[in-house]
């Protein structure tokens, strides 16, 4: 088949940039073909270098900006664009919402096929840098000295950090102290390629009360042990994991207390939830109180009300609907997460909250043949949407009320067609911005039974 992309690699263009990708690359298109153009603000023009052609698109990469968008910021990290962690920062604030507002509209426009469909403007945060609360940073070496930080993107290539504007100056300062530690030791760094050394990583997570846990993280035994905790005294949780498999999964291995507490506590919204070092909770606690409240507030729990939450993780949104409805259900095929909901339901002394385990497509036509009748229905799956036979499961369940909290706009898209095709309208489309200086964004969608008195 013959290429219809007229252009080559290392090949010179002059384009405009007219929107933005969900990873934060400028779009531009010459003659049909679509250019990637990492590091850009719509409107600008810019010369680039094509690194990468493909049919029907090119990746390149900016040799000049001849029109500078007044939207445009000096970015504060070093280290940007290189780790990767963030493809926003050279926008300003206002105008990384804005196309997180046009991200999300684009994707219900041309993948779901609403047209008419109105989206709110993306909810912000007042001051959206060290938002932070945890970080995972693999350690490597650099120079001749062992650091830590993100690997650059596509590739294991450590890029070296001191700072991150994005996480807590606390969490920050434990992964430097662990630094120092590793490197006046001189305890060995993992090697991947040859499977030699033994420090691989280290996780770092703060409450919103200020408590600190560190994880780190070894291939082997920890040596070392006594100088680690001296060097992070006063810790409130210290953790030692061993993992020896051959993976980039940095927390995959066993876990050992080595002092202060075994669970941190994190409280949202009056809710207390345990948090131990394989614990999911959300990274910004301010949107996260703002992502919910918003999910709860569409969702509308009454007292007399049977809700199901698909996909509940640790019950994070289940205890706080349960606080509001009858009685609540929710359904998670991860185990430990199941067990830490009702570890934290029992806590809460919430004893209108019963938690399953399994695949929602499995447990939800199990629950309906049971004769469970739900009032509204909650789900917040992965990033891949869900599976069809859970939309269908959904579709039949009866559920007056459906909130749809999703992390990526093009699989929410998909699976609302599905559900508006199957007797559901869309009633709100909520905007959050979770991750600010990035390209990810949270939605709350509100849906309702055709036909259904509210």
Known sequence: MKNENPFQKNQEV????????????????????????????????????????????????VISVLTESENRETPRCEAYPFCGGCTMQHMTYEEQLRRKHAIVTDALERLGGFRELRVLPVLGMDDPWRYRNKGLFPFG??????????????????????????????????????????????VPVYEETTGKGTLRGCMIRETTDGKQMAVVVTKGELTRESELKAALKGIDSLYHSRNDRDTNVLLDGRFRLLSGEAALTELQDGVAFSVSPQSFLQVNPIQTRTLYRTAIEYLAPKPE?????????????SLQIARRAGRVIGVECVP?????AKANAKRNG??????????????????????????????????KGCEPQALEAIASSGAK????????????????????????????????????????????VLMSRVGAKQ
């Open 14 to 61: 002059t384009l405009t940039v007219d929107g933005i990708t969900s990873e934060g690359q400028g779009v531009g298109r010459i003659g049909g073909v679509a250019f990637f153009v990492p590091g850009t603000v719509v409107d600008e023009t810019v010369k680039a270098h094509i690194i990468k052609v493909e049919k029907r698109y090119c990746v390149a990469k």
């Open 141 to 186: 070496t650099v120079d001749g000295t062992t650091a830590f930080g993100f690997y650059a993107p596509r590739s294991h290539r450590l890029i070296p950090l001191y700072d991150c504007p994005i996480q807590s100056e606390r969490v920050m300062a434990t992964a430097r102290k662990i630094a120092v530690w590793a490197n006046r030791f001189r």
């Open 336 to 340: 430990e997460a199941i067990e830490d």
């Open 401 to 444: 009320r459906l909130v749809y909290v999703s992390c990526d706009p093009a699989t929410l898209a998909r699976d609302l067609r599905l559900l508006c095709a199957n007797g559901y309208s869309i009633e709100s489309v909520q905007p959050v911005d979770m991750f600010p200086q990035t390209g990810h964004v949270e939605s709350v």
């Open 305 to 317: 009300e049977t809700i199901l939450d698909l996909y509940c993780g640790i019950g994070t949104i």
């Open 350 to 383: 919430t004893d209108n909250a019963e938690f399953l385990c399994g695949q929602t497509e499995r447990v939800l036509p199990e629950l309906l043949q049971r004769g469970v009748c739900p009032d509204a229905i909650v789900l917040d799956p992965p990033r």
